[in-house]
């Protein structure tokens, strides 16, 4: 019996193994962590996060009443400047944070146009810590990615830089500004790199 349990082991391992292998000659890419998750639009549609893949990836936490809310401008700017180039901010609305994002999608969505001509994709509202944060801030804030390293969420308008491998390569924290110089630092490395 032991025999037997040790072979289908082993034949399951190589199984694997030759599977692996195969997919890879096939051309077929994993997914990397960040980008494997499906999240909805602010207009109701299921997003796979994986279209982004090969693509320098912006991801905010923002609120329309907070003293941040200012940064879409900054946002909006830099997706303008950076996005022929294969960059893209993601907005994820979340009132956690002294219910600063009140509203509806539908408000939010106007407050974003006519106030800071948003034109970067915005998702569903989403919480970002506690037993009802999403996967992918879950995921987000378990990466020990500099300069803040892992954690909760602090506050409205935190940023996670993802590289065009897919992999988390930055955190900044809310005060700091979207197209401040260590912001646009990596941003500009990340988009230099094929």
Partial sequence: MFRFSVFAVLAAMLIAMALSSHAAEQGVAKVPA??????????GKEIDLSQYQGKVVLVVNVASKCGFTPQYEQLQAIYQKYGPKGF??????CNQFKAQEPGTAKEIKEFCRINYGVTFPLFAKIEVNGDGACPLYKHLTSMDTKPKGPGKID????????????????????????????????????????
């Avoid at 960040?34 to 207009?43: C, E, G, I, T, V």
């Fill in 34 to 43: 960040a980008l494997n998750f499906k999240m909805d639009s602010l207009d």
């Fill in 88 to 93: 893209v901010v993601l907005g994820f609305p």
């Fill in 155 to 194: 506050w409205s308008l935190e940023k996670f830089l993802i590289g065009r491998n897919g992999q988390v390569v930055a955190r900044f924290a809310p005060k700091t500004k979207p197209d401040a110089p260590e912001v646009i630092k990596v941003i500009e490395a990340e988009l230099a790199k094929k």
